[in-house]
């Protein structure tokens, strides 16, 4: 049961028809409110995934919330020297609003609460909003292993919005423009200093790519899907760089998440092993490791260690195109039963985002820097190194080389 819970981190894969891990969590900060609501949104959306292709479609507004305070409730890279009780106290006065739309239905994009929705998705700065309910929302804190903490959730009935959204540029032209490929859209909005969070914004209410393929895509699957394009379209531009000149070793530790990062003098390739110590937030009493790993060529299935094996892999390859250099990466993430509540994968893409900042250690040989990430890693060296297949690999390459 512990590995099962470790690889569905809530997506239901255990047939229930909700998460007991979740659920208890949810019970543990409600917070009151009536019929309707004003407040500055983030700006944020959100589309769900349960009963698709029915979903349920909405912003998410803080209650009371002045637009000048309101860009922290939605913005991650804030958010790394808070602790867990600080986000969720956060999030947790984020309300969700919702209407069930048909995802495969010709006349979805032209629903007029979609249409409201779409124009917060596009703002670049924090939107004051008015949402009217069917009745008060439910009290409750909605947890999910991609997803950050959301609020209370109630039925849209109406909502509007008391100001011109600002919008960047770049993007009035992409949404606009319903002859480019999303995956094209994606790369051109990045390449212009739009944010991976803006850009799954878009994306997910049915902004982006070509007129007949746009669709609504839940926030979990298209906060993913960006990670996944924009990285690729780093991955392509490192290939095209010099190997880095020695082994590179990042190090950090955020919200009870230890990360080693290992940069090796090699042509690109990427690997995540993940060790999930006993009584962190998906674990009974056992530890759990997994890893998932990809070549030269790239990666054609889905990830084993799901949406944060792309988050890892896109806070990496942006300092590789930054500092002009491909490499092997190697990383070692060790969750830790201080990680009492998931908050989402953008602690894996901002935490090592943080780390590629930092000055690395350097080391002549792997072994070396191994032994330097065991000193920090809980889990004893022995029951996760077989897993390293990268490092196994570039040691025998390295012998080979010396003939």
């Not at 917070?31 to 407040?39: L, Q, T, Y």
């Not at 009780?85 to 048909?102: A, F, H, P, W, Y």
């Not at 990466?329 to 908050?343: G, K, N, S």
Request: hydrophobic share 40%.
């Amino acid at each position: 049961m512990e590995t099962q819970c470790v690889i569905c981190k809530g997506r239901g894969l255990c047939g229930r028809p909700f998460c007991p891990i979740l659920a208890k969590l949810g019970a543990m900060k409600r917070i009151s409110i009536g019929d309707s609501i004003f407040g500055a949104s983030p700006p944020s959306v959100f589309v769900g995934r349960v009963g698709y292709p029915d979903v349920r479609v909405g912003p998410l507004v803080p209650p009371k919330i002045a637009a000048k305070d309101a860009r922290i409730y939605d913005d991650p890279a804030q958010w790394l020297d808070r602790g867990i009780e600080d986000v969720i106290g956060l999030r947790s006065n984020l309300v969700r609003s919702n209407t069930r739309l048909n995802v495969r239905s010709p006349r979805v994009l032209s629903n007029r609460l979609l249409i409201k929705t779409q124009e917060l998705a596009m703002a670049s700065a924090p939107v004051d909003t008015e949402v009217r309910f069917l009745k008060p929302p439910k009290m409750e804190v909605r947890f999910d292993g991609i997803l950050s903490p959301m609020g209370p959730s109630g039925a849209l009935k109406d909502m509007s919005i008391a100001e011109n959204p600002s919008v960047p540029r770049k993007v009035d032209h992409l949404v606009s423009d319903t002859d480019v490929l999303a995956t094209d859209a994606a790369a051109e909005l990045y390449e212009g200093d739009i944010s991976v969070y803006h850009i799954n914004r878009l994306l997910s209410v049915g902004l982006l790519g070509r007129k007949n393929d746009r669709r609504l895509v839940p926030t979990r699957w298209a906060i993913t899907a960006t990670d996944d394009m924009v990285g690729k379209e780093l991955i392509a531009r490192v290939k095209n760089h010099s190997v880095l000149d020695g082994l590179r070793l990042f190090s950090t530790q955020k919200f009870g998440n230890r990360f080693e990062i290992l940069l090796l003098p090699r042509p690109f390739s990427f690997e995540l092993i993940e060790i999930w110590m006993p009584r962190s937030v998906w674990t009974g009493k056992g530890t759990w490791i997994g890893a998932d790993r990809e070549g030269y060529d790239g990666k054609r299935t889905y990830s084993l260690l799901a949406g944060g094996y792309y988050a890892a892999r896109l806070g990496v390859v942006e300092y590789l195109e930054r500092v002009k250099r491909q490499a092997s990466i190697f990383i070692v993430r060790e969750i830790l039963p201080d990680y009492w509540a998931p908050l989402g994968v953008w602690v894996i893409r901002e935490a090592i985002r943080d780390a590629m900042m930092q000055e690395p250690k350097r080391f002549e040989i792997a072994d070396a820097a191994l032994n330097d990430i065991a000193i920090r890693i809980r889990t004893p060296l022995r029951r996760w190194k077989k897993e390293a297949k990268l490092i196994h690999d570039f040691k025998f390459q390295k012998t080979l080389d010396s003939f």
